[in-house]
């Protein structure tokens, strides 16, 4: 079974402060792992993935997330926020070493950036 | 090159009506997910899907529901008799064959939000 937590509903950040998204997941193999951003009344959008390699991974929009097997965590960072960073984000993982090709997404972390 | 397509984007059924939903995925794509999202609830798989094929219906309420992605045309979720618990946005994703479904990254549509009366 896979799993992912998003320990925090809701996170508050302060325009050009760096922001951290939380995520920690459960899975039996290797796991490979996403992050996702929804506005308001649209789809998921990709914005980065770790699959092998680097533990610092790069992505859209001046995203950032780290790997971190031994503390289970791929948390999602930025090092200036902007207001239009305000949006839903979802870290997803799926199970990398064979099986499902299904991933599992967490309840999601409401970012909201003030000006 | 179009990305995934959702239709309708807004559906409304009174309970006990038939709510039929529409996927085309990207084009060169072949892998189709449904997922269904709730407020306060994430995120939640209903079905996986290849052409023709039912691959993982894990997710997927045992009455009511079905889906079917046809060798031509767009993929369909079916509800059937909705219920108020039906109204969600119902989101599809595509992926495509090979080692590009392996990487398990997918693209998303814009959804298609049912509201039961």
């Known amino acids: 079974a896979q799993s992912v937590a998003q320990p925090e509903d809701q996170v508050n950040v302060a325009e050009g402060n760096p922001l951290t998204v939380k995520c920690t997941y459960s899975?039996?193999?290797?796991?490979?792992l996403f992050w996702y951003v929804q506005y308001p009344n649209r789809g998921l959008q990709f914005l980065l993935k770790y699959i092998t390699g680097d533990n610092l991974v790069k992505g859209s929009y001046g995203f950032e997330a780290e790997f971190n097997k031994s503390q289970t965590s791929f948390h999602l960072k930025k090092p200036s926020a902007l207001v239009s960073d305000s949006a839903l984000y979802f870290c997803a993982v799926r199970d990398g070493t064979g099986g499902s090709y299904i991933p599992t997404f967490g309840r999601g972390t409401s970012l909201i950036v003030h000006p | 090159n179009a990305g995934v397509m959702q239709n309708p984007r807004h559906l409304v059924r009174r309970r006990g009506q038939e709510a039929r939903l529409r996927c085309s995925p990207m084009k060169g794509h072949s892998h189709v997910y449904w997922y269904r999202q709730l407020p306060e609830e994430g995120l939640k798989f209903m079905v996986y899907?290849?052409?023709?094929?039912?691959?993982?219906e894990s997710g997927m309420p045992k009455e009511r529901f079905s889906a079917e992605f046809p060798k031509e045309g767009p993929s369909i979720l079916r509800i059937q008799q909705v219920v108020r618990g039906d109204s969600a946005a119902y989101f599809c994703?595509?992926?495509?064959?090979?080692?590009?479904?392996?990487?398990?990254?997918?693209?998303f549509g814009e959804g298609s939000r049912l509201t039961v009366l």
């Open positions: 994703a595509s992926s495509p064959p090979g080692t590009g479904a392996s990487t398990g990254e997918l693209f």
């Open positions: 899907l290849q052409k023709e094929n039912i691959i993982d």
């Open positions: 899975v039996s193999g290797n796991p490979y």
